[in-house]
């Protein structure tokens, strides 16, 4: 089971999570005009980008930069379009497969806490479940696949050893 520490913990994760997944408004529309103008080498004057919402007709350096046009000869200006629904569910979706993971390790991780546990921890408790008949049969469903789970794993790992001395014999 788990401790009441680990609990409290899940529960301030899931409400900074929830606290993370509100509707953020941005200044970001589907269409844009973006303007660069590249830094003057002569003057010691940066990179002056600019983005506005204009119609396409009216991107040009002069009409957004307000600069005239012997000083926009370098500025590069473009309209760009994009779907900011698609990125919206495209994000969403992301995040709901994130959640689903997370609720499906803490559902794991309450069913069978044995799997915070080391490699030596587990021999010592498959040393001390040989016991009498009895209980046994009254192992889990959980303990059983688990088990299951163990012996798919020793036999793995034969199959990969006797592959590498194979190889390495060879």
Avoid at 88 to 111: E, P
Avoid at 150 to 161: A, I, S
Wanted: proline fraction near 4%.
């Amino acid at each position: 089971m788990l401790k009441l520490q680990d609990t409290v913990f899940v529960v301030c994760l899931v409400i900074f999570g929830a606290c993370l997944i509100q509707e953020v408004q941005g200044q970001f529309e589907d269409v844009r005009c973006k303007c660069v103008c590249p830094a003057d080498p002569a003057s010691n004057q940066t990179v002056n980008a600019t983005i506005t919402n204009v119609l396409p007709a009216k991107c040009t350096c002069e009409f957004v930069m307000h600069k005239n046009e012997s000083e926009c000869l370098r500025c590069e200006c473009k309209y760009e379009s994009r779907n900011t629904l698609t990125i919206q569910v495209v994000v969403i979706f992301i995040i709901l497969v994130i959640a689903v993971l997370l609720v499906y390790l803490v559902a794991l991780l309450v069913l069978d806490p044995t799997m915070l546990r080391g490699e030596s921890q587990m021999q010592q408790l498959q040393e001390e479940d040989i016991g009498p008949p009895d209980l046994q049969r009254q192992q889990s469903y959980i303990d059983r696949v688990g088990s299951a789970q163990q012996r798919w794993k020793r036999r793995v790992r034969q199959q990969r050893t006797n592959i590498f001395d194979r190889h390495t014999n060879a």
